[in-house]
């Protein structure tokens, strides 16, 4: 079936760095998109970064543009968001997604279960 688990998360002082990971099985990885999300308590989950089936092509939401890269190895079905200067406001519950194409990457129905970022002033 298809698996999408995330990992790399935990507690970090503001100012440093996460890399996350999101290995992916159960599908044809290297055919998909893939993208990553958070959800802040109370707040509704939002768009933090997106990229092509090939790499080629990058998306970021403007609040972390600068800060954070997302990447992927399609040799290991994995893809990566390596999150640095990392601020209070940067709390959340990080998802990763596959989706077909970047466009219907919102409302993908394939996301993993999400991994906790803490970032502490």
């Known amino acids: 079936q298809v698996q999408l688990v995330e990992s790399g998360g935990g507690l970090v002082q503001a100012g440093n760095s996460l890399r996350l990971s999101c290995q992916c099985s159960?599908?044809?990885?290297?055919?998909?998109?893939m993208g990553w999300f958070r959800q802040a308590p109370g707040k509704e989950r939002e768009f933090v970064a997106a990229i092509s089936y090939n790499g080629i092509t990058t998306y970021y939401a403007d609040s972390v543009k600068g800060r954070f890269t997302i990447s992927r190895d399609n040799a290991k079905n994995t893809v990566y968001l390596l999150m640095n200067s990392l601020k209070p406001e940067d709390t959340a519950v990080y998802y990763c997604?596959?989706?077909?194409?970047?466009?219907?990457?919102?409302?993908?129905?394939?996301r993993g279960q999400g991994t906790q970022v803490t970032v502490s002033s």
């Open positions: 997604a596959a989706a077909t194409n970047l466009a219907v990457m919102p409302t993908t129905p394939l």
């Open positions: 159960g599908f044809t990885f290297d055919d998909y998109a």
